[in-house]
Each structure stands twice: as C-alpha cells, then as structure tokens.
C-alpha cells in the first residue's frame, strides 16, 4: 500500500449498508424495484423519494428526484456508478428472479460466472445499472498458485439456472 495513504485497514466485517439513486420518473422506479424485483417500501415521502428494502431493513435502496426529476438519464461514457449489486443469498434464489425477469420479457444486458460468483446484469428505468448476483462458498473460489482469488468473466450457464427452479 502506497505509505502516503497511511497504514489503516477497513475491518473485515465492514459491509456496504445501501445505495441512494437519482432517479427521473419515482412511480416508474417503484414500479421496477418493487413491483418486479420484489423489494418492499419501507417509506415514501410524495413524489420526491422513497426507500425500499428487502427483510424489513429500514432501506437497501434510496431512490429521488431531488435534482433528477423528469431528467434523462446520465450518458453511459461519463464517471459515476456503474452498477448496484444485489447479492442474493443463494443460486436458487438467483434462479428465481432469472424466471420472473423471463416471465416480464424484462431485457438482460448481460450474465457472467466470475468464478466466486453468478451474475445477471440488466438496467433499472433511468439506465443504471443493477447486478443482480450470488456468490459461491468461499472454500470454492478460484485461486492462483500463490493463494489469490483468481476471478474471471465467462459465460453463465443460463439454461442451468433456470432448471434450479423447473
């Protein structure tokens, strides 16, 4: 680590606890957060922002129209967030949300095996972008002949997703 930086580590149980997104249309991103993934409003004040979960968390996911309202969405080629990622607990439950993305004709922009973890990638209404992933047991990630976790991007087996929950 460069010295200029300090020494100081974030603690390994440290966890990403939501995302807070601009968004143009609040009923439309409802209507995809909510009604098609599956999250539940905790709270929603008027038109302006609302803030859903999933377990009864006060909220995974913030969404506004603060400054965003009626605007399009940012350009794909310029800085900012490039996906969320939603980590479900397990293969099966990726399986699920595979079928009702199916289900809905809802359009994929991608699918990967990382090799620690499956992934589906799509967009939400305001064109950002959503990881929708599990990962694998720790004890089943890929390592180098040194010990490092050896991630890759390669196809994912979609079909055999989908027999998970035939």
Known sequence: MNQAHGEYEVPGQTRIGHVHLKVSDLNRSLAFYCDLLGFKLMQKIGDQAAFISAGGYHHHIGLNTWYSKGQPSAPRNTTGLFHTAILYPSRNDLSHIYRRLLTF???LTG????????AIYLDDPDGN???????RPKTDWP???NGSI????????LEGLLRLTE
């Open 143 to 145: 390592l180098t002949s």
């Open 129 to 135: 972008g959503v990881e929708l992933y599990w990962d």
């Open 111 to 118: 699918a990967a095996d990382h090799g620690v973890s499956e």
């Open 105 to 107: 004709s809802y359009p």
């Open 150 to 157: 050896e991630m890759f991007t390669k196809s994912l087996d």
